[in-house]
């Protein structure tokens, strides 16, 4: 080559190194720029061995970065040609090699290793395009990740879990809101059969009560006139039991539901709570207080037992009994031949009535019993479960009369009761 002569843009030289003896018949070494003079032959010849180690260090840095380059291509290429699924990974060595694997095994020509790794990269740009240009024609991207595949089926299933659990959830809600609605619609049901009924009796025109027992004695008001009287008198007793359903939401204090008063003695026997004072029981007036709390609007069943020995007594309430006491009128007998007032408390035998101490509101079933029920009895009667009329007192609608504008009306207080539930 002439040393001279000025090479064109982007051209190498190669350059092998040969025997001191041969360089005048084979290749003559380029002349070497004069500087002030001709130099002597050994500084020519190392100025020649530095430029030749100076192309051969280049050609090693172009080869190092062009293989670098190639690795790089060549595992982009791979991963790609793997999701595409069409070819199989390293086919490409044996196409760009001609079925040799040239990356192993390099030519020793510089030259040809740069037009070969030049061929390599423009067949590796090649095929990149081609696989970019197959993944966008794929919109689906038919091969996902694998990371991203798992990924999604983990959020997948626990989403379906978790519509799993929410809808068992409901389910649980709808069978207990199903349970209740049942309950309360046969609760319903019943009642509404029960008035109907009544409603059905009352248009037949048929006013006569369905059986004796089965009215109310009604007491809107608050008055001195307005009361119920029984026709029938007590004998002399040393025991009693008196029940009734009431239902009263006046105030303060629901005043009295019945009275006994005897020649002599306007107190023999009251129930009466009027004020601010407790329920009070008198007997022979003198008073014991009673843990009744019947002042709500519904209807409550009460029964109330007394014995002369020792003044013991007894107080019920809906079955239930919520207090005892002893020493109300020890060894008095309950004196025969007095006044039996339902709503009034009686000054004299049947009158002088006050009208602060009056009851309000309905009561029905006041029946006597000449001794102490047991608590399993009254709990029967509360319950509806059992009909026992008083032996000494029944509630008849022949027995009690009503005066001053108080009612009788056809009533079933179970049922009744069941409305106020």
């Given at each position: 080559a002439a040393g001279e002569q000025e090479s064109p843009p982007g051209s190498r030289f190669v350059c092998t190194s040969l025997p001191l003896d041969a360089a005048g018949a084979g290749c003559p070494l380029p002349p070497v720029p004069m500087q002030g003079g001709a130099l002597p032959p050994e500084e020519e010849l190392k100025a020649t061995v530095l430029q030749l180690r100076e192309t051969v260090l280049q050609q090693k840095e172009t080869i190092g970065s062009q293989r670098e380059a190639i690795r790089e291509l060549t595992g982009k290429l791979s991963r790609c040609e793997g999701a595409d699924g069409k070819s199989a990974p390293g086919t490409w060595k044996k196409e760009l090699g001609k079925g040799k694997d040239t990356?192993?095994?390099?030519?020793?020509?510089?030259?040809?290793?740069?037009d070969q790794l030049s061929r390599t990269m423009q067949t590796l740009k090649d095929r990149l395009e081609s696989l970019e240009h197959q993944l966008r024609a794929n919109v689906s991207y038919a091969a996902l990740p694998n990371d991203l595949r798992e990924m999604l089926q983990r959020r997948l299933g626990?989403?379906?879990?978790?519509?799993?659990?929410?809808?068992?959830?409901?389910?649980?809600?709808?069978s207990l809101l199903h349970n209740e609605t049942s309950a309360h619609r046969q609760k319903t049901e019943t009642a509404l059969n029960a008035l109907l009924e009544r409603v059905s009796e009352l248009e037949k025109g048929n006013s006569a009560f369905k059986s004796p027992d089965e009215f109310k004695v009604s007491l809107p008001l608050r008055t001195n006139y307005l009361?119920?009287?029984?026709?029938?008198?007590?004998?002399?007793?040393?025991?009693?039991?008196?029940?009734?359903?009431?239902r009263s939401s006046a105030?303060?204090?629901?005043?009295?539901?019945?009275?006994?008063?005897?020649?002599?003695?306007?107190?023999e026997i009251v129930l009466i709570e009027w004020g601010n004072n407790p329920i009070e029981l008198l007997i022979n007036d003198k008073v014991a207080q009673l843990p009744l709390f019947i002042s709500d609007g519904k209807w409550h069943?009460?029964?109330?037992?007394?014995?002369?020995?020792?003044?013991?007594?007894?107080?019920f309430q809906d079955g239930e009994k919520?207090?005892?006491?002893?020493?109300?009128?020890?060894?008095h007998p309950i004196k025969p031949g007095g006044v039996l007032i339902l709503g009034q408390e009686q000054d004299t035998v049947g009158g002088r009535f006050d009208a602060t101490q009056a009851f309000v509101g309905e009561m029905s079933q006041?029946?006597?019993?000449?001794?102490?029920?047991?608590?399993?009895?009254?709990?029967?009667?509360?319950?509806?479960?059992?009909?026992m009329p008083g032996n000494i007192i029944p509630w008849v609608d022949n027995n009690v009369d009503v005066f001053g504008g108080a009612t009788k009306w056809p009533v079933e207080t179970c049922e009744e009761r069941l409305l106020d539930l």
């Open positions: 990356m192993g095994d390099l030519p020793r020509d510089p030259a040809q290793v740069i626990d989403l379906e879990r978790q519509l799993l659990s929410k809808v068992a959830e409901l389910e649980d809600e709808k009361y119920g009287k029984i026709k029938k008198t007590l004998p002399e007793l040393y025991a009693f039991t008196v029940c009734l359903w009431l105030s303060p204090g629901i005043g009295t539901p019945f009275s006994y008063a005897v020649p002599g003695q306007a107190n069943h009460i029964c109330i037992t007394w014995t002369t020995r020792d003044g013991m007594w007894e107080a919520l207090g005892t006491g002893e020493n109300l009128a020890p060894w006041f029946n006597i019993w000449d001794r102490v029920l047991k608590a399993e009895d009254i709990m029967n009667i509360a319950n509806c479960s059992t009909n």
